[in-house]
């Protein structure tokens, strides 16, 4: 099977680009992501990632609820098929939870017509990452990541895939940990990764990374509570190989590179 992808460049008519916002700080927004949205004649997102993106004259902002996710894409590729030049907005990478799948899942079910619509996913910089780096190099070896809301999928799937990244010692990136609407389910999880791997595997809590809000703070799986997250929170689980070295400069957690018995 041969596909052929459109070009990374912008046609002239109307397009639809699919942004990262990245994490939170304004360094961390890539230049192409920038460039997109001093474009942009509308952008659509959940309001909190609308509102990071300024007002100014000849910009609509189309702001929703995150649950609309699929009205808000198929509204996009709609203005962008009548010519105008329309960014989708996400926090972090567009394609990791978030509004680039919906979009092509809205095209994959859409008409004929859409097919011609040029569209463009603009990579961000994803809370693990920016959650990682702020701690040293916890992803430095094989990792996983798992979605820990059970909107779109069977508790029973989340939990299976729980205990089989633990018992293949991957690094594990928690998004969407906690929400009012789900109390419960990081509790659970949390129990799940010890039944799986034990007490001793290091967790960090990475809150708000890169905002001023940010707080970063790692235990024992044996000591992680479930009020330890929220939804501004990534949890990064580390595989059994992963360490804290405290230093007076700072601290840093990592992953080594290399498996056990493997030479240096
Ligand atoms: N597309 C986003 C993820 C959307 S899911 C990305 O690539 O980062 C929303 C979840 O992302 C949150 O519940 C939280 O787990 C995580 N998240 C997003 N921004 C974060 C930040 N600045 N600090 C910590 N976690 C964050």
Redesign the pocket.
Known sequence: MSAVFAASRPSAGGWLAIV?L???ADELLTPQAAQALAQATDVFGYFPYVERVPQRPGLVRHASDNREELVRARQAIELAAAGRQVVVV??????????ASAVCEALDAGPLAWGEVDVRVLP?????L??AARAGAPLGHDFCAI???DNLKPWALIERRLRLAVEADFAIA??????KARPEGFARALQVLREAGGGARLVLF??????PD?QLKVVSLAEARPEM???????IVGSSQTRLIERPAGALLYTPRSAPGMPE
């Open positions: 990262g990245g994490p939170g996400s926090s972090g990478d567009p394609g990791v939870f978030a509004m961000g910089i994803t809370a693990m920016a959650a979605n820990l809301s928690l998004y969407n940990p906690r929400s990475a809150r708000a990374v890169t905002t940010e997250a929220d939804m501004r929170t990534v949890v």
